[in-house]
């Protein structure tokens, strides 16, 4: 029997390998000689860098960049064996990085991003892998490119403030002191929106209130994103390095206070659904295609897992192979019946008693629960 394994984490548990190995050992127990393949799991959001590392073979680098609000940051991504760099942009840009006080996106900025793909540049990288979720920003990524050597000036050829606010008074991208050839590496976003960069549906009127913006902020950081749009789109900048056409309308340009549209406009990237690029990182597919059953599941399965979630992302890849899908859940919510349709076959539970939540997350009974309920499972396909 071949067993293709895809598990997300169990948030506060079970790391992604640790579930897959997990299943993999209750397998085992009723089919010896089974092919198990583990292979990490996430949607570019947290948990990412460490899903890809543990499950690639990738190492941890850290490094001090420049935070949100301007303080230092400890940041961490990964990089993989074939040069290929994994990167949150909340661990330099994050909301979690920043306290009440210091939510204000006219002045939080993504300059740290910038930073961390320099040093991941120095350390080899040439193939960029980013989840962009999670931002305390609203500066276009203005920020990002900052970092990486443009520079964004005023009328008066000044450099412009960081932060969204600076954007107003933007007049001349200049880009003579590029740290690094853009077209010798390649960024692939993950992003799981698709809201534009400006606008009702734009990154200041959806998302700038999480991010501390009042009403006036919001029409404030509205306009400044507007001038930025214009004005790269008049740069030659914009025409030699990036997207052809109006960057600010495509999809996902508004994803973590336009960082998307840096992303898109500067740096010629793909902006991808964030499950949809950690499957074709990890080669799932060519597991999948030759697999007699399919595992996956996560800490929650319910009703919103069939709204992008990476389990559903792994069950629509098996039934292109017409393959069965069994999920695993640490708990099961309200709507999980709709992941049936989604393309899981059947989803299990695995807590086995009444026990209190740190009971529950605790990483060797969670890992005992998980190893049991698939072994119950794979009792029943053995007849």
């Known amino acids: 029997m071949k067993v293709a394994i895809a598990i997300d984490s169990f948030k506060g548990s079970l790391s992604s390998v640790a579930a897959g190995n997990a299943a993999a050992e209750g397998v085992r127990r009723v089919f010896p000689d089974a092919e198990c393949v583990v292979r990490p799991l996430a949607d570019g959001g947290e948990g990412t860098v460490d899903a890809l590392v543990a499950g690639l073979g990738g190492e941890l680098k850290r490094v001090t960049v420049t935070g949100p609000a301007g303080k230092p940051a400890n940041a961490k991504y990964g990089l993989l064996s074939d040069g290929t760099a994994v990167m949150e942009m909340a661990e330099a840009a994050g909301i979690t990085l920043v306290s009440s006080e210091e939510k204000n996106p006219l ?18 990288a040439k193939t960029f892998v980013i989840g962009i979720g999670g931002s305390a920003t609203n500066d276009g990524g203005a920020g990002l490119l900052q970092a990486l050597g443009f520079r964004l000036q005023d009328a008066e050829g000044r450099d412009i403030t960081r932060g969204g606010a600076g954007l107003a008074k933007l007049a001349k991208i200049e880009a003579s002191n590029l740290k690094f050839q853009i077209s010798d590496f390649k960024f692939q976003i993950a992003c799981d929106v698709t809201n534009p960069l400006c606008g009702p549906s734009g990154a200041s009127a959806v998302f700038g209130p999480q991010k501390g913006a009042t009403p006036e902020m919001v029409k404030e950081l509205d306009a400044a994103l507007g001038n930025f749009s214009r004005v790269a789109s008049a740069s030659i900048v914009s025409g030699m390095f990036g997207a052809s056409g109006d960057a600010s309308l495509y999809p996902g340009a508004g994803a973590a206070g336009g960082l998307g549209f840096a992303f898109k406009a500067f740096l010629n990237a793909e902006l991808v659904p964030g499950v949809d690029l950690i499957l074709s990182e990890t080669r799932l597919e060519d597991f999948v295609r030759d697999a007699d059953v399919v595992i996956t599941g996560e800490g929650r399965l319910d009703g919103q897992t069939v709204m992008g979630k990476a389990p559903i992302g792994v ?69």
Not at 108 to 114: A, L
Not at 320 to 331: E, N, Q, T, W
Not at 337 to 356: H, M, S, W
């Open 315 to 383: 069950a629509k890849l098996a039934k292109k192979y017409d393959k069965r899908v069994l999920a695993f859940s640490g708990i099961l919510g309200d709507g999980v019946e709709a992941v049936n349709a989604a393309g899981i076959d059947a989803y299990f539970p695995i807590l086995r008693r009444l026990v209190t939540v740190e009971e529950a997350l605790d990483v060797q009974n969670a890992s005992a629960n998980l190893a049991s309920t698939v072994e119950q499972v794979f009792r029943l396909l053995s007849f």
């Open 107 to 124: 002045y939080t900025t993504t300059y740290g991003v910038g930073e961390m793909i320099c040093d991941a540049i120095k350390n080899g």
